[in-house]
């Protein structure tokens, strides 16, 4: 009775080895689908968000064109000339001003589509400090 007492003991602990196995196995295949499920959700927002691009698009189609007319593309400046008709951008600030107030343009678009791409992945907005490269 002994020897069929230890073989059941031995097959008793032999099922229990590879159960822990299978659970370990398990746990870790769980962790993997987690991890998957995430890329795939992360996956599953990027191609649900491709509608959000088109502000993105229309912010930056709408920079290029102000950009490319130039002319009477930029704001009043306040300033009037002796006979009270307004000074254009040019004549307060020179063309470097009007090269100036183009590049804000451009970076003010740059910066949004930017803001909006990091979101879209889920990522932190690139940072833009140009103040160093203002003349005070």
């Known amino acids: 009775m002994s020897t069929e007492k230890e073989t059941l003991q031995a097959s008793h602990d032999a099922l229990v080895r590879n159960l822990e196995m299978a659970a370990k196995e398990r746990d870790a295949m769980a962790a993997k689908l987690k991890e998957l499920e995430g890329q795939a959700e992360r996956y599953k927002v990027l191609l ?8 993105m698009n229309s912010r930056m189609l709408a920079a290029l064109r102000r950009i490319e007319r130039w002319f009477g593309e930029f704001p009043p400046t306040g300033q009037q000339w002796d006979d009270g008709s307004p000074k254009s951008y ?10 100036d107030y183009m590049r804000s ?25 140009f103040s160093k490269y203002w003349r005070m």
Request: aromatic share 4%; hydrophobic share 35%.
């Open 48 to 55: 649900s968000n491709s509608d959000h691009t088109q502000p």
């Open 90 to 99: 040019f004549a307060c600030y020179g063309s470097n001003g009007e090269r």
């Open 105 to 129: 343009v451009a970076r003010d678009a740059i910066a949004a589509a930017e803001a909006q791409q990091a979101e879209l992945e889920g990522q932190e907005p690139v940072a833009r400090d």
